[in-house]
C-alpha cells in the first residue's frame, strides 16, 4: 500500500513548495532584523565576531522558518484529515504539531531580537534545528500517503 505516482508528485510539489517558502522567508527575516542586534553584538563579542555571528543568524532564521512552513503544512494536513475521519489520533498529532509550531516560533532569533534579547548563536542550536528539519521532511512525505 504506497503513493501511486500522482500522490509522489503532489507530496513533492506541496513539500518543495513549503521548503522554499520556508527559505525566502527566513532570508527576509534575518536580513531585516539583524541590523537592530548589531550595536548589542558588537559590545558583547566584538566588531570581529559580527560576521560570523551574522551567517549564523541568517541560517538559524532560514532553518527554522523552514521548520514553521513544513509545522503549517503537517498541521493542515492533519486536521484535514481529522474532519474527515474525527480520529482522536490525528486530533493528537494536530496538537502535538501545534506545540511544536509554538516551540518553533519561540526560537526564531527575529523574536529574540524583538524583545531586545540575545540568542544563541552557537553551531550546536542550528544542528539540533538541522535535524528536526530532516525530521519534518520524512514525516511529512509519510503523512502525505
Known amino acids: 500500500m504506497g503513493m501511486n505516482i500522482e500522490s509522489r508528485a503532489k507530496a ?61 503544512g503537517l498541521l493542515a494536513v492533519y486536521i484535514y484529515s481529522f474532519l474527515r475521519t474525527s480520529s482522536s489520533f490525528l486530533l493528537g498529532l494536530s496538537i502535538f504539531i501545534g506545540v511544536l509550531l509554538i516551540r518553533s516560533v519561540l526560537s526564531l532569533p527575529a523574536l529574540h531580537a524583538f524583545l531586545s534579547t540575545l540568542p544563541n548563536f552557537g553551531l550546536i542550536g542550528v544542528l539540533q534545528d538541522i535535524f528536526e528539519t530532516i525530521a519534518l521532511v520524512i514525516l511529512f512525505y509519510l503523512s502525505m500517503e
Open 12 to 72: 513533492t510539489l506541496i513539500m518543495t513548495t513549503l521548503l522554499v517558502v520556508g527559505l525566502i522567508l527566513g532570508y527576509l527575516i534575518a536580513t531585516t532584523t539583524f541590523p537592530k542586534l548589531e550595536k548589542r553584538i558588537e559590545d558583547k563579542f566584538g566588531k570581529r565576531a559580527i560576521g560570523a555571528i551574522r551567517q549564523i543568524y541568517v541560517l538559524k532564521s532560514i532553518i527554522i522558518m523552514v521548520n514553521i512552513s513544513l509545522l503549517f
